[in-house]
């Protein structure tokens, strides 16, 4: 009877209040009143700033929250025109309106309606008194999300005491499996998902769906579109995602909504008023391009007086390099610090870091490892003004999918591969993304580490360093972001760094491409091709290509004298299949030093299309083919010039490896039907000529020094 009486009431006599218990102000909470204001639905909060006496929630527990809620219902206990929402804060959005889910509430017919999920927790031995659902409806109770008249929940909830220590879940069950008061109260479950959306054991049957150019939660299975979405227990990670979305989060349209809400501004601040810092830099494994990523620490654009600048390096490679930074820049900063130390010691010198920042007072802790190359300076401001308690640069492998970040969780804990993980990692879709785990470079804001008792932890039960300290952050309720409004940088991948090699960076072309060409590509490499420009032809068909950089010739001409097993310039050849060259340099081949697979890739990527560029018409049939590729040495010692031959080639390379003039003179290559000479030859630059029938040629006397040529014969 009671019930009938109240469902006969109309919306607009009644009134939502809702309330939610939250001991702590963290993300999850903020994220729960941001999403009440954009309804504005007033919300209040219970506990919030005392100390939470309801048990660890990972087990049973939370009888608090419903102590909480009977004494802030008490007020109320004689009103039967408000509705009260009880629901949890930290996991849980409102996605609709005062009016919406005051409808929905009524189309029940009910006085109280409880949400529900599909696992009898935490008592499963209850299910069976459970009534029976239709249509796979969720069945059993879960005590996160609660509606009712409150002058009935308040006498609901006084039917009986429950302990701050015992489970809400439970109790609530065991006040509904009680056929007396489930009809004295006209309790009704929300088996449908009409009001409220419990994602675990329900992932899939939920979708987003875009109406009117923004995302509402739809549950496919029942066609609802529940008000409000919890994630709870072991959904959490999911639920996150979602919230990426919603409520009004990101639409395609707009993007991003709410990534600038509270940012901070820097751009007004005199100097000496900018956060303090400290720059963290982790080197714990040998990485290539290290001096590069040195440099790009060097540029990051913050005043260095706000910044401590401190360098741990965990492994002896790098040691030399650090300290020649530090000695170059070191006393530019606030002060720097340079700890070397061994392996063992990571997870500790991560943590000394945290207590370093703490005594130097930081308001933030930039944490970069030596993987992470942050190419655009203005990152630290960036990410700053983000104003995120961590947040993390999305830094990728180029050309690859590999990124700093998981969208989602195995229930292992490892990655997993969320639905919007390439449409991030390919920029189709930007924004500030809470995701369960970052790494390589991150932001943190000082107070996360202030208290040494509650800090954030690399060190956990089997786990790497760095799953270990993003689980700690899940674990403490610290959400963190990933953001890709703008580039950043990007990962080196070190995996195959092999660093017994002479110059190992040179053997880095497939793993680390963007980097190889950064370092080795002559800059004016690309205006190779630029229409305006007629490539340079020093003698008939013989053209003339800025290609390498003078890095590359000095690490290319270090590695072959490292070996040093120059052939003797004879007829015989042992190197070759049938042991006899005709026309014999004192030379190394790739083979030798392992470069020969770098070298047809670099022939690929950067040699083909000059050729296609200026011999129009011909194409190698596949990837250009090159049997002979060689350094060769010319110096009046051992071999000084050669005798005028072919070349068993449809067209040869000829790269200059150093400067004549400086480091040797005469040298040149001759030309003999054309009666021209190049001798002018620039270092990093490369000669094409056709091999056969044309260009007959002889490498001119070196009279003093030694001049270093590298030369392919190119499809054979
Ligand atoms: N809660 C709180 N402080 C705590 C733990 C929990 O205020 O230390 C509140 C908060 O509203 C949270 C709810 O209790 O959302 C339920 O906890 P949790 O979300 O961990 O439980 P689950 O939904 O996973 O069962």
Same mark, same amino acid.
């Given at each position: 009877?009671?019930?009938l009486?109240?469902?006969?009431?109309?919306?607009?006599?009644?009134?939502?209040?809702?309330?939610?218990?939250?001991?702590?102000?963290?993300?999850?909470?903020?994220?729960?009143?941001?999403?009440?204001?954009?309804?504005?639905?007033?919300?209040?909060?219970?506990?919030?700033?005392?100390?939470?006496?309801?048990?660890?929630?990972?087990g049973?527990?939370?009888?608090?929250?419903?102590?909480?809620?009977?004494?802030?219902?008490?007020?109320?206990?004689?009103?039967?025109?408000?509705?009260?929402?009880?629901?949890?804060?930290?996991?849980?959005?409102?996605?609709?309106?005062s009016?919406?889910?005051?409808?929905?509430?009524?189309?029940?017919?009910?006085?109280?309606?409880?949400?529900?999920?599909?696992?009898?927790?935490?008592?499963?031995?209850?299910?069976?008194?459970?009534?029976?659902?239709?249509?796979n409806?969720?069945?059993?109770?879960?005590?996160?999300?609660?509606?009712?008249?409150?002058?009935?929940?308040?006498?609901?909830?006084?039917?009986?005491?429950?302990?701050?220590?015992?489970?809400?879940?439970?109790?609530?069950?065991?006040?509904? /499996?009680?056929?007396? /008061?489930?009809?004295?109260?006209?309790?009704?479950?929300?088996?449908?998902?009409?009001?409220?959306?419990?994602?675990?054991?329900a992932?899939d049957?939920?979708?987003?769906?875009?109406?009117?150019?923004?995302?509402?939660?739809?549950?496919?299975?029942?066609?609802?579109?529940?008000?409000?979405?919890?994630?709870?227990?072991?959904?959490?990670?999911?639920?996150?995602?979602?919230?990426?979305?919603?409520?009004?989060?990101w639409?395609?349209?707009?993007?991003?909504?709410?990534?600038?809400?509270?940012?901070?501004d820097?751009?007004?601040?005199?100097?000496?008023?900018?956060?303090?810092?400290?720059?963290?830099?982790?080197?714990?494994?040998?990485?290539?391009?290290?001096?590069?990523?040195?440099?790009k620490?060097?540029?990051?654009?913050?005043?260095?007086?706000?910044?401590?600048?401190?360098?741990?390096?965990?492994?002896?490679?790098?040691?030399?390099?650090?300290?020649?930074?530090?000695?170059?820049?070191?006393?530019?900063?606030?002060?720097?610090?340079?700890? @070397?130390?061994?392996?063992?010691?990571?997870?500790?010198?991560?943590?000394?870091?945290?207590?370093?920042?703490?005594?130097?007072?930081?308001?933030?802790?930039?944490?970069?490892?030596?993987?992470?190359?942050?190419?655009?300076?203005?990152?630290?401001?960036?990410?700053?003004?983000?104003?995120?308690?961590?947040?993390?640069?999305?830094?990728?492998?180029?050309?690859?999918?590999?990124?700093?970040?998981?969208?989602?969780?195995?229930?292992?804990?490892?990655?997993?591969r969320? @639905?919007?993980?390439?449409?991030?990692?390919?920029?189709?879709?930007?924004?500030?993304?809470?995701v369960p785990?970052?790494?390589s470079c991150?932001?943190?804001?000082?107070?996360?580490?202030?208290?040494?008792?509650?800090?954030?932890?690399?060190?956990g039960?089997?786990?790497d360093?760095?799953?270990?300290?993003?689980?700690?952050?899940?674990?403490?309720?610290?959400?963190?972001?990933?953001?890709?409004?703008?580039?950043?940088?990007?990962?080196?991948?070190?995996?195959?760094?092999?660093?017994?090699?002479?110059?190992?960076?040179?053997?880095?072309?497939?793993?680390?491409?963007?980097?190889?060409?950064?370092?080795?590509?002559?800059? %004016?490499?690309?205006?190779?091709?630029?229409?305006?420009k007629?490539?340079?032809?020093?003698?008939p068909?013989?053209?003339?290509?800025?290609?390498?950089?003078?890095?590359?010739?000095?690490?290319?001409i270090?590695?072959?004298?490292?070996?040093g097993?120059?052939?003797?310039?004879?007829?015989?050849?042992?190197?070759?299949?049938?042991?006899?060259?005709?026309?014999p340099?004192?030379?190394?081949?790739?083979?030798?030093?392992g470069?020969?697979?770098?070298?047809?890739?670099?022939?690929? /990527?950067?040699?083909?299309?000059?050729?296609?560029?200026?011999?129009?018409?011909?194409?190698?049939?596949?990837?250009?083919?090159? /049997?002979?590729?060689?350094?060769?040495?010319?110096?009046?010692?051992?071999?000084?010039?050669?005798?005028?031959?072919?070349?068993?080639?449809?067209?040869t390379?000829?790269i200059?490896?150093?400067?004549?003039?400086?480091?040797?003179?005469?040298?040149?290559?001759?030309?003999?039907?054309?009666?021209?000479?190049?001798?002018?030859l620039?270092?990093?630059?490369?000669?094409? @000529?056709?091999?056969?029938?044309?260009?007959?040629?002889?490498?001119? %006397?070196?009279?003093?020094?030694?001049?270093?040529?590298?030369?392919?014969?190119?499809?054979?």
């Open positions: 009877v009671c019930g009486f109240f469902a006969l009431g109309s919306v607009s006599s009644k009134k939502l209040v809702v309330f939610t218990v939250a001991s702590e102000n963290n993300d999850g909470y903020n994220r729960f009143i941001d999403s009440a204001n954009l309804y504005n639905i007033k919300t209040k909060i219970l506990g919030l700033n005392k100390p939470w006496q309801g048990g660890n929630m990972n049973v527990g939370g009888g608090y929250k419903l102590n909480l809620y009977l004494e802030a219902l008490e007020p109320y206990k004689n009103n039967d025109n408000i509705v009260v929402l009880l629901t949890d804060a930290y996991d849980v959005v409102l996605l609709a309106d009016t919406t889910v005051l409808n929905k509430f009524i189309e029940f017919n009910s006085s109280i309606v409880i949400s529900t999920e599909n696992s009898c927790w935490p008592n499963g031995k209850l299910a069976d008194q459970y009534p029976t659902v239709d249509q409806g969720y069945r059993f109770i879960n005590s996160g999300g609660i509606i009712g008249y409150a002058s009935q929940l308040y006498k609901l909830l006084s039917e009986k005491p429950i302990k701050n220590l015992a489970d809400d879940q439970l109790h609530l069950t065991n006040l509904y /499996l009680n056929t007396d /008061l489930r009809e004295k109260f006209n309790i009704k479950l929300d088996n449908y998902a009409k009001l409220f959306q419990n994602i675990y054991l992932e049957d939920i979708k987003l769906k875009l109406v009117n150019k923004s995302y509402v939660l739809e549950n496919i299975n029942f066609n609802t579109q529940p008000a409000i979405l919890h994630g709870n227990g072991l959904s959490k990670m999911t639920f996150n995602s979602y919230t990426n979305y919603i409520p009004n989060k639409s395609p349209e707009s993007g991003c909504n709410t990534c600038y809400d509270n940012n901070l820097l751009s007004t601040l005199k100097e000496e008023d900018y956060p303090i810092v400290l720059l963290s830099i982790i080197v714990d494994k040998p990485t290539p391009f290290f001096d590069e990523f040195l440099d620490i060097e540029n990051i654009d913050y005043p260095r007086s706000r910044v401590f600048l401190s360098i741990t390096t965990l492994v002896d490679y790098h040691k030399e390099q650090v300290d020649k930074f530090i000695l170059k820049i070191g006393d530019k900063y606030n002060a720097s610090f340079v700890f @070397h130390k061994t392996v063992e010691d990571s997870i500790h010198a991560r943590h000394l870091s945290f207590s370093l920042c703490t005594s130097k007072s930081c308001d933030y802790l930039f944490y970069i490892e030596n993987e992470a190359h942050l190419d655009n300076p203005q990152t630290l401001k960036i990410l700053i003004q983000l104003n995120k308690k961590i947040i993390a640069p999305m830094l990728t492998r180029p050309f690859k999918a590999w990124s700093n970040f998981w969208g989602a969780l195995s229930s292992e804990g490892f990655y997993a969320s @639905h919007d993980y390439m449409d991030i990692v390919n920029y189709n879709k930007t924004g500030t993304w809470n785990y970052i790494g991150y932001l943190m804001k000082g107070k996360i580490l202030e208290n040494k008792y509650n800090r954030p932890s690399y060190k039960n089997n786990l360093y760095d799953m270990a300290f993003c689980k700690s952050l899940r674990d403490k309720g610290v959400f963190m972001y990933i953001d890709n409004h703008h580039t950043y940088g990007h990962l080196i991948d070190s995996e195959s760094f092999d660093i017994t090699l002479k110059n190992p960076e040179v053997y880095q072309i497939f793993e680390n491409r963007y980097d190889w060409t950064q370092r080795y590509i002559h800059p %004016e490499y690309t205006d190779n091709f630029n229409p305006d007629k490539p340079a032809e020093p003698c068909d013989v053209f003339w290509f800025p290609i390498v950089t003078e890095q590359f010739c000095k690490e290319f270090e590695i072959m004298e490292n070996f097993q120059w052939s003797d310039g004879t007829n015989n050849d042992p190197r070759l299949d049938n042991g006899y060259e005709a026309v340099t004192r030379d190394i081949h790739m083979k030798q030093v470069l020969q697979n770098v070298w047809l890739e670099f022939l690929r /990527l950067y040699v083909s299309q000059l050729q296609e560029h200026v011999y129009l018409g011909y194409y190698s049939d596949g990837p250009p083919r090159s /049997l002979m590729n060689f350094v060769v040495k010319y110096n009046p010692l051992g071999q000084a010039s050669l005798r005028p031959h072919h070349d068993s080639s449809t067209y390379i000829n200059a490896l150093n400067s004549p003039g400086k480091d040797y003179q005469g040298g040149g290559c001759h030309f003999l039907r054309y009666k021209c000479k190049v001798t002018d620039k270092i990093g630059w490369m000669l094409m @000529h056709p091999g056969r029938l044309t260009h007959y040629h002889e490498g001119l %006397e070196v009279i003093n020094g030694t001049r270093y040529i590298m030369i392919s014969f190119i499809d054979p």
